[in-house]
């Protein structure tokens, strides 16, 4: 079977199992929030988590990205690190840790810890197979845009030393967004659809993330898509998509938000899914 034929689908059944389906560098982009530690009941499956990782890195294509949302549990005093020890093997089998990227959560559930605060953020690992092919960097506005600041003066980062030098008179207008993104969780209209599934990440998120790392008529998987967030927009944005779960009771939650099948229809540009020899 090739991957074409799952494209636009929801599939019901295990990720791993699934994914041995499709064709070698078959995939452009993958975003996806697994569950972690014990701060989801995901229905008592287990997660083979580098099972997975090895199998994502061999559907992904030279070049594209995997967006790994996930965060540590706090066990007996200490957090777990699950994290960590999950990116430093993602880099272990091949992906280049392209970004350590935070989402920071604007209204967190409030927690009572003794001698802590409260925790209000995700990580958000962006890997690359390879040297990264898309990038749409979101921008920002700067502080003081437009502005003639003779005594200001912006940090050179060169290989060898770094020094300060003038390097923009006037300031520029806009800048590329830093790696810290906040969102409300689970109170816009379009996030109400995800409410069915214990952790859905917000519309918002999906749609920055998908934007910046992929164009028109690329693929997008979501291996343990839950409510289905990445495919729904992703089929909004003209990617194509594949949302795998195991839970049948969470694919009929993704399902309902996106468009019939009838209606359905790959979008293009849409580059040949062909098996490519590797690993």
Known sequence: MSTTEYINKILPGDCLKVMKNFDNQSIDM???????????NYKGYIFAFEEIAKEIYR???NGGVLVWVVGDATIDGTETGTSFKQALFFKEIGFNLHDTMIFRKKNPIPQIYRSRYNNEFEYMFVLSKGKVVTHNPL??????????LKGTTYKNYSKHDQKREKMANPVKHEKIRGNIWEYVVGKNLEDQEAKGHP????????RDHIYSWSNVGDIILDPMCGSGTTCKVAQQMQR???GIDISNEYCQIAESPIQSPDKMQLQLPLESVGCVNEI
């Open 139 to 148: 921008m920002t506005e700067c502080l003081h845009g437009g502005l003639d």
């Open 59 to 61: 559907v992904i294509k």
């Open 199 to 206: 952790a859905p990440f917000p519309c918002q998120l999906a």
């Open 30 to 40: 993958v975003l996806t929030s697994p569950p972690y530690d014990n701060l989801r």
């Open 240 to 242: 194509n998509f594949i």
